[in-house]
């Protein structure tokens, strides 16, 4: 297998907006603007979107920690002047609840578009069925990785990877449940034109440069664990899946110990 090289690192998480006033959730439709095929380009190869109530920001790919953290700084700068005037705020945590009354619209019943997929069982992952009851909703920070002579073996590697580096510890890091009771499984990914999209994090990584650039070199550890050849064997496969669909700290902390992976980052979410 030939190596993973000419590495870019991109993501397009999704914040929330806060009314300043009440400190209440509130939908961004109609105040963000942009869809997925028609994004705004707010400059430096950034560009915004509503998504469901939340706002998606996405970023250029870099080729280090420090331009994925001007990038995504710029984005949210960006956001934060846009809707101050309006009386709200950028809230970056992975899950709230909203009222019914904000979510009473086609667009709010609109839980993602094209399907996601298991590294690990290489089936479909299930969406969530859109309700009236169901207020939660619950925000992303997907990783998109692109490199050369990218495949379909090195994708699922790669994911398989990631979810070891920067899967388990998140279940150490990200305090959020409710987002893992919809969204987050071991091994969620697309595959993309240039790579793969890892899509098991929420977006807690970008509320920090401490946490955005441990993401970064959390990525570039999974890399190497691909290039270098290792991989899982049954047993560390099936403690990564429960790890992460049980969210299961303890197991977490285990493999975390076991294989010396990084934790050393202070979560601000």
Not at 50 to 59: G, H, K, L, S, T
Not at 108 to 128: E, H, L, M, V
Not at 193 to 222: C, D, H, M
């Amino acid at each position: 297998m030939t190596k993973i090289k000419n590495i870019k690192i991109g993501a397009d998480p999704e914040i929330f907006l806060i009314d300043i006033k009440t400190e209440q959730p509130i939908s961004s439709i109609g105040i963000i603007g942009g869809t997925k095929h028609e994004p705004i380009d707010i400059g430096q190869g950034c560009a915004l979107q509503e998504d469901n109530v939340m706002a998606e920001f996405c970023i250029p790919p870099a080729t280090s920690a420090e331009e994925l953290n001007n990038s995504i700084t710029y984005a949210l700068e960006f956001i934060d002047k846009k809707v101050k005037p309006l009386g709200y705020q950028i809230s970056i945590v992975p899950s709230l609840k909203f009222k019914f009354e904000d979510l009473d619209n086609l667009q709010a019943q609109t839980f993602g578009c094209d399907p996601d997929y298991s590294a690990w069982t290489k089936s479909i992952n299930i969406a969530p069925t859109p309700s009236p009851e169901l207020l939660l909703r619950c925000a992303g920070g997907h990783i998109h990785v692109g490199y050369d002579d990218h495949d379909i073996e090195k994708n699922i590697k790669l994911i398989k990877a990631m979810d070891l580096f920067l899967g388990v510890p998140s279940i150490v890091l990200d305090t959020d449940t409710d987002r893992r009771s919809m969204y987050g499984k071991a091994g969620c990914f697309r595959i993309k034109p240039y790579g793969v999209e890892y899509r098991t994090l929420s977006n807690f990584w970008i509320a920090s440069e401490e946490l955005t650039n441990w993401v970064f070199e959390q990525t570039l550890k999974a890399i190497d664990f691909v290039n270098n050849d290792f991989d899982f064997d049954d047993e560390l496969s099936m403690k990564v899946q429960n790890c992460i669909n049980n969210q299961n700290i303890e197991l977490a902390n285990e493999i975390i110990q076991d294989l010396k992976i990084n934790v050393n980052v202070q979560c601000v979410v």
